[in-house]
T-cell receptor, first 109, second 112 residues
Framework: RKEVEQDPGPFNVPEGATVAFNCTYS??????FFWYRQDCRKEPKLLMS???SGNEDGRFTAQLNRASQYISLLIRDSKLSDSATYLC??????????FGRGTSLIVHP | NAGVTQTPKFQVLKTGQSMTLQCAQD?????MSWYRQDPGMGLRLIHY???????DQGEVPNGYNVSRSTTEDFPLRLLSAAPSQTSVYFC???????????FGSGTRLTVV
């Protein structure tokens, strides 16, 4: 079983839609969780950290479920500019993160 | 405010050649890492460092060397380039690793 698993997609949604991605991780000792965004041929950029209590940043909401070992990202009111690959990142005790392979999102007019 | 700077941005090597990919950060981050990204494979960790003088191997270290003589610099050396090392290489840094990583813009390497 891979350490961090994501559905590669693509998720193809119209503008204004709500879309959610899940990511499962295998190491129950994981301590840090993030979502990154990567545009085509660009470097990954930190979108948001994921806290046990959940957190929200504008149209983006991230949740952590330790019991089931998954994190989620919800995007509301999708924009064309949200089209990208979203990487789930999980850090262990050494804080050296493991990256998922990413979920591709395409928002169309 | 440069962040993480990688050079070169593009490189073509012949099989068997050696070269060094440069990475420098100006944020006084302790943690630095090198990743390679291949289509369908995601980001794979090559080597990492948790501070000056300390390095360790990641998931795919073979064919690569690193050193960390200063906090700012973390060069990646390809000892004898092979076509399998054709990839996009990213350097990243973090304060502690628990706060997420800042990435450089990448080096696109082709080995022919």
């Amino acid at each position: 079983r891979k350490e961090v698993e994501q559905d590669p997609g693509p998720f193809n949604v119209p503008e204004g839609a709500t879309v959610a991605f899940n990511c499962t991780y295998s190491n129950s000792a994981s301590q840090s969780f993030f979502w990154y965004r990567q545009d085509c041929r660009k470097e990954p950029k930190l979108l948001m950290s994921v806290y046990s209590s959940g957190n929200e940043d504008g149209r983006f909401t991230a949740q952590l479920n330790r019991a089931s070992q998954y994190i989620s990202l919800l995007i509301r009111d999708s924009k064309l500019s949200d089209s990208a690959t979203y990487l789930c990142v999980v850090g262990g005790g050494s804080y050296i993160p493991t990256f998922g392979r990413g979920t591709s999102l395409i928002v169309h007019p | 405010n440069a962040g993480v700077t990688q050079t070169p941005k593009f490189q073509v090597l012949k099989t068997g050649q050696s070269m060094t990919l440069q990475c420098a950060q100006d944020m006084n981050h302790e943690y630095m890492s090198w990743y390679r990204q291949d289509p369908g494979m995601g980001l794979r960790l090559i080597h990492y460092s948790v501070g000056a003088g300390i390095t360790d191997q990641g998931e795919v270290p073979n064919g690569y060397n690193v050193s960390r003589s200063t906090t700012e610099d973390f060069p990646l050396r390809l000892l004898s380039a092979a076509p399998s090392q054709t990839s996009v290489y990213f350097c990243a840094s973090s304060t502690t690793g628990a706060h997420g990583y800042t990435f450089g813009s990448g080096t696109r390497l082709t080995v022919v």
